[in-house]
């Protein structure tokens, strides 16, 4: 592999490490979470040309603002028409025009780059006005931009998957849909300025695979279109131009986890049974089917948590129809095996995606999320349930529903889920009678109602993400409070213990599904609290197995009884990290990667 070369030292940079493994390759920057301004050079001599594109799409624009004022008029009279007479001479202002075409040229840009980055310092500097009229004028500048923008990527949506080869992808921020449709391939490795190690955009890049590091602010305007960089997504080291030294490093170190990968495969029959005896469920956590393949490379005990709402993220241009749900429930049901699946309703909102006609909200993860929004558009989720029940007929299918925060949601949504297996039953469709319905318990109202949801559901799962995220008023997704993310937080352990207690109380199965049964410190805390039965990405069973396997249940018992009597955060770490460097280092090496 030969990469473009830049003159300059070697810079090393540390942010969130999300998703282990090195990444060696060439920067590809994208500007926009949507990844469709992305960064390119122009060959030598096509400047011309470039200035000559962004001059029409001025022309364009201009043409469609005086379409859109002249309807205005119409509809609204002369007097509101201003409105846009402001974006209109913003579009006529030759310093501004000057401005994107000298960065054009100077940097050999396309047009969309040119036009984000010059109006990006624009924005910076209006929102450092005092005056808040003036301060509001960002709002024009950035529908201009916006409108720019969208005229010149054209119906051909430059996106990243079609430019990138051999690429490390650099953002400020990637939602997790665009990571879900990163061809791995193509895509090495990505590092992105925002970002929390629980996010949902850091947890497909685990499922794919894919090194990544998040939280490293500053990033974008640091390292310059095409240059080489390392990303080692296990440490959070980012290292621009490396040096011949770090590259043989990192060269060795890629080679180390091929080995180990193999190592893995080699162990793939092995049970998950600790040294005295306890079998450990392990299962799998499924975003995208691309993952099937590490599935059945993993072993695992069939599917414990099915994210569906990548689904719907993945088709963003409608809603997918209960036809092709069906399809892939019905692939699951038969991955599953005899443990089966179990299918987690569409948990959209939030840091995800957003259903078609809702706005983003202000304060999106206390919003309508989950559960919430299915009772809201109960035709959709009626269409899924439908899929789901024909699909139980083809395999061992459950149902788990997400965010429930009280005994409502719960009733609401097994009423809803009887109706729609009556229909089945009368119009003669085959399907599984009395699917069993789970909870996922993962906010706060739901651990203290643990003992009456278990009484009324036929499982738990337990979500450590957002109960952590809940319980510690701590947005996972926010790179600015990432170090407050803890789940070995005495409130969060608690929250644990007291719900297994319920379940175990109720008599009913309860399994981990969050990113702590894949996290092998955490894991040990997990089994010594009681826990038997976790889900985590496939690509993470092996490690857990091999801790699995090297483990007395007793010793863990005593390292998670001792953590519930400590009162802060530090404590427990310092502790569950000591007492696992004294029995299980020589396991854990470089696959510890802390929250
Ligand atoms: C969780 O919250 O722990 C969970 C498993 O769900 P998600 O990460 O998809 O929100
Ligand atoms: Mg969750």
């Given at each position: 592999m030969s990469y473009a070369s830049h003159k300059g030292r070697e810079e090393r940079l540390e942010g969130i490490?999300?998703?282990p493994g090195v990444a060696i390759g060439a920067a590809f920057l994208v500007d926009d979470p949507r990844g469709r301004i992305v960064r390119m050079y122009l060959p030598q001599g096509e400047e011309d040309a470039e200035v000559e594109r962004f001059r029409t799409a001025v022309r364009l624009s201009q043409q469609q603002l005086e379409d859109a004022k002249q309807r205005l008029r119409e509809a609204l009279?002369?007097?509101?028409?201003?409105?846009l007479d402001a974006h209109l001479l913003m579009l006529q202002d030759r310093g501004l025009g000057q401005q994107i075409e000298s960065f054009i040229r100077d940097n050999r840009a396309n047009a969309e780059w040119a036009v984000r980055e010059v109006t990006n310092r624009l924005l910076d500097a209006y929102a450092r006005i005092q005056d808040s009229y003036l301060r509001e004028r960002g709002n024009d500048i950035e529908d201009v931009a916006r409108r720019l923008i969208k005229i010149l990527s054209g119906s051909q949506t430059r996106d990243i998957s079609h430019f990138a080869s051999d690429a490390l992808i650099v953002a400020d921020h990637l939602l997790p849909s665009v990571a879900a449709e990163l061809d791995s391939s193509k895509v090495l490795g990505f590092v992105t300025a925002m970002g929390g190690s629980t996010s949902h955009t850091a947890i497909i890049a685990r499922s794919l695979g894919i090194p990544a590091v998040v939280g490293l602010r500053g990033i974008t305007s640091r390292v310059r279109a095409d240059e080489t960089m390392v990303i080692d997504g296990t440490t959070g080291i980012v290292v621009l131009r490396p040096s011949p030294e770090t590259m043989r490093f990192y060269n060795e170190q890629r080679l180390r986890e091929q080995q180990q990968q193999q190592f893995d495969l080699e162990e793939r029959?092995?049970?998950?049974?600790?040294?005295?005896g306890q079998e450990i469920i392990l299962r799998a956590n499924i975003?995208?089917?691309?993952?099937i393949d590490a599935l059945k490379l993993s072993n695992?005990?069939?599917?414990?948590?099915?994210?569906?709402?990548y689904l719907y993220a993945q088709a963003e241009l409608g809603l997918p129809t209960e036809e092709e749900q069906f399809e892939v429930y019905q692939l699951l049901a038969e991955m599953g095996g005899d443990d089966g699946a179990v299918i987690r309703t569409f948990d959209l909102g939030g840091d995800k995606l957003h259903l078609k006609g809702f706005k983003a909200e202000p304060n999106p993860a206390l919003g309508l999320r989950a559960i919430r929004l299915s009772l809201t558009v109960e035709a959709v989720f009626r269409a899924q349930l439908r899929a789901i029940l024909r699909a139980s007929h083809f395999g061992k299918l459950r149902i788990v529903l997400p965010?429930?925060?009280?005994l409502d949601e719960l009733r609401t949504a097994k009423r809803i889920i009887g109706e729609v297996e009556a229909e089945l039953r009368a119009a003669g469709i085959d399907h599984a009678e009395g699917i069993e319905v789970g909870v996922m318990v993962e906010v706060p109202s739901a651990v203290l109602l643990a003992d009456r949801l278990a009484a009324e559901s036929d499982f738990i799962s337990l979500g450590t993400n957002d109960l952590t995220q809940y319980v510690l008023a701590v947005?996972?997704?926010n790179e600015n409070v990432n170090h407050l993310f803890?789940?070995?937080?005495p409130a969060v352990l608690r929250s644990i213990k007291f719900t297994f207690d319920a379940a175990k109380l109720a008599g009913i199965p309860i399994t981990v599904c969050g990113e702590m049964a894949s996290n092998p410190a955490h894991v040990v805390v997990l089994l010594g609290l009681g826990l038997r039965d976790l889900s985590m990405t496939p690509k993470a069973i092996p490690t857990i197995k091999r801790i699995i396997r090297t483990i007395d249940l007793s010793t863990a018992e005593k390292i998670a009884t001792h953590a519930l009597t400590l009162s802060t955060p530090s404590e427990v770490n310092r502790h569950v990290q000591e007492a696992v460097a004294r029995h299980w280092a020589h396991f854990l090496g470089s696959h510890v990667y802390s929250d």
């Open positions: 490490g999300v998703s009279g002369d007097h509101n028409a201003y409105i029959e092995l049970p998950a049974i600790t040294r005295d975003e995208l089917l691309e993952e695992a005990r069939g599917i414990g948590l099915y994210r569906s709402e965010l429930i925060s009280n947005d996972r997704t803890d789940s070995l937080h």
